[in-house]
């Protein structure tokens, strides 16, 4: 177990702790919940010498705590008051040991994707931030290091969190479009690790300036007022000057994010590069918010949205677009699909070439839930691919880490 120092100083009296207190061994000191009432009884723990924290059991208390707040704001039957006085146990230590555990964490370590969601979500979320650069470049490097050892997850993981919630949509929808256009970049496009680089850390950033915004729309009944639809049309040059206020000096990046919603349809050879980031950017951005639900609508198929993806807006084929599908496929991985055989599977691997990937198959031809997937080749005549089969439709409990498992 990896453990995370904490401060002496930033230990409450007469609050429940949010989660335990070790020693260096890792042996438990005080657990979750224990109240110091006395400052002698610290002078006792600090016998021990250093206290540590584990990142995990931080990273679960910070995740509980952010679902009640999206509860809450959910409920329609809760007041703002009622939200205002949530309390969080131990503020103090509860800041300090997130910053720790961010600093300490295990870069070998499997990625948790709930965790992901949480941490793109507060550094989008707060992009004047002192440690807003440090969050960007942990961010950066876990999406890289697992689209390098494996891709296939990562597609999986991004595409059923964009269908299946609306909770940290702005953040989870970050991380896809990043996923893609890396994707494409590196496998189809050949472009350069500098180029790349840019590109990453402009899907990352391209809507700090409408984060907020972006995860009310998703939950709003109404069309976007007037006012909102300034605050969207102006969000790339608030995310820029956020940028600015950050010391980013990189031009690319920075004018990729200016263009992402301007880029013009058309081959991207002759272009500057932060115009080609910008036209990648802009057709991964429109897929991924079409696979997303909103209050008003349900997701789209994957199939259906790489359709759209595929053409531009003058129905030609787009070429920024046609390298996004080739790189993930038109049945992509976290994706739902019927089959000849009269059973429905996810996509769980990519395959051969777009149309043929491999699926793990959830209810069976009589149309039962499976009590374990069973793998199916669509490169086989009796598994071949009939149809998307939209997330909605899906009537079995679908498990991520159950099913990640079988990418």
Same mark, same amino acid.
């Given at each position: 177990?990896k453990?995370?120092?904490?401060?002496?100083?930033?230990?409450?009296? *007469?609050?429940?702790?949010?989660?335990?207190?070790?020693?260096?061994?890792?042996?438990?000191?005080?657990?979750?919940? !224990?109240?110091f009432?006395?400052?002698?009884?610290l002078?006792?723990?600090?016998?021990?010498?250093?206290?540590?924290?584990?990142?995990?059991?931080?990273?679960? !208390?910070?995740?509980a705590?952010?679902?009640?707040?999206?509860?809450?704001?959910?409920?329609?039957?809760t007041?703002? *008051?009622?939200?205002?006085?949530?309390?969080?146990?131990?503020?103090e230590?509860?800041?300090?040991?997130?910053?720790?555990?961010?600093? !300490?964490?295990?870069?070998?370590?499997?990625i948790?994707?709930?965790?992901?969601?949480?941490?793109?979500?507060?550094?989008?979320?707060?992009?004047?931030?002192?440690?807003?650069?440090?969050?960007?470049?942990?961010?950066?490097?876990?999406?890289?290091?697992?689209?390098?050892?494996?891709?296939?997850?990562?597609?999986?993981?991004?595409?059923?969190?964009? /269908? +299946?919630?609306?909770?940290?949509?702005?953040?989870?929808?970050?991380?896809? %479009?990043?996923?893609?256009?890396?994707?494409? /970049?590196?496998? %189809?496009?050949?472009?350069?690790?500098?180029?790349?680089?840019?590109m %990453?850390?402009?899907c990352?950033?391209?809507?700090?300036?409408?984060?907020?915004?972006?995860?009310q729309?998703?939950?709003?009944?109404?069309?976007?007022?007037?006012?909102?639809?300034?605050?969207?049309?102006?969000?790339?040059?608030? +995310?820029?000057?956020?940028?600015?206020?950050?010391?980013?000096?990189?031009?690319?990046?920075?004018? /990729?994010?200016?263009?992402?919603?301007?880029?013009?349809?058309?081959?991207?050879?002759?272009r500057?590069?932060?115009?080609?980031?910008?036209?990648?950017?802009h057709r991964?951005? *429109?897929?991924?918010?079409?696979?997303?639900?909103?209050?008003?609508?349900?997701?789209?198929?994957?199939?259906?949205?790489?359709?759209?993806?595929?053409?531009?807006?003058?129905?030609?084929?787009?070429?920024?677009?046609?390298?996004?599908?080739?790189?993930?496929?038109? !049945?992509?991985?976290?994706?739902?699909?019927?089959?000849?055989?009269?059973?429905?599977?996810?996509?769980?691997?990519?395959? /051969?070439?777009?149309?043929?990937p491999?699926?793990? %198959?959830?209810?069976?031809?009589? *149309?039962?839930?499976?009590?374990?997937?069973?793998?199916?080749?669509?490169?086989?005549?009796?598994?071949?691919?009939? +149809?998307?089969?939209?997330?909605?439709?899906?009537?079995?409990r679908?498990?991520?880490?159950?099913?990640?498992?079988?990418?």
């Open positions: 177990m453990l995370a120092p904490v401060s002496f100083s930033n230990i409450p009296l *007469g609050r429940p702790l949010p989660f335990g207190l070790h020693n260096a061994d890792g042996t438990l000191l005080a657990s979750r919940g !224990y109240v009432t006395e400052r002698e009884a002078d006792t723990l600090a016998a021990h010498g250093t206290l540590f924290v584990d990142p995990q059991e931080v990273r679960q !208390y910070r995740r705590m952010e679902a009640q707040m999206h509860a809450m704001v959910n409920n329609n039957n007041t703002l *008051g009622q939200i205002a006085d949530t309390q969080i146990m131990a503020p230590l509860m800041a300090a040991a997130t910053k720790t555990a961010e600093e !300490y964490s295990d870069p070998d370590a499997p948790d994707w709930l965790d992901m969601q949480s941490r793109a979500n507060a550094m989008m979320r707060d992009p004047r931030s002192q440690r807003f650069m440090f969050r960007l470049d942990k961010l950066q490097r876990d999406l890289s290091r697992m689209l390098r050892s494996n891709p296939d997850t990562v597609l999986f993981a991004l595409i059923h969190l964009t /269908a +299946s919630e609306t909770r940290f949509y702005s953040a989870t929808h970050a991380m896809l %479009v990043c996923a893609m256009c890396s994707l494409a /970049a590196r496998d %189809v496009l050949n472009w350069s690790p500098e180029l790349e680089t840019a %990453v850390r402009a990352l950033t391209m809507n700090i300036g409408m984060t907020e915004l972006q995860d729309l998703t939950l709003q009944h109404d069309p976007p007022t007037q006012e909102q639809r300034a605050l969207i049309e102006s969000h790339p040059e608030r +995310s820029v000057s956020l940028l600015r206020d950050r010391g980013v000096q990189d031009d690319v990046w920075l004018e /990729a994010i200016r263009l992402h919603h301007d880029a013009m349809a058309g081959p991207l050879g002759g500057s590069p932060a115009e080609q980031i910008a036209r990648l950017i991964a951005d *429109g897929f991924a918010a079409r696979l997303s639900p909103r209050a008003t609508r349900p997701p789209m198929a994957p199939s259906a949205a790489m359709h759209a993806t595929y053409f531009d807006e003058r129905k030609k084929v787009d070429e920024a677009g046609a390298s996004l599908i080739k790189a993930v496929g038109i !049945y992509p991985p976290g994706s739902f699909v019927k089959l000849a055989s009269n059973e429905v599977a996810t996509v769980v691997r990519r395959g /051969a070439n777009t149309l043929t491999r699926v793990a %198959v959830l209810v069976n031809r009589e *149309g039962m839930p499976m009590l374990e997937p069973a793998i199916r080749d669509t490169r086989v005549s009796d598994h071949r691919i009939l +149809s998307s089969v939209n997330y909605r439709d899906i009537r079995v679908t498990d991520l880490v159950r099913l990640l498992a079988l990418t």
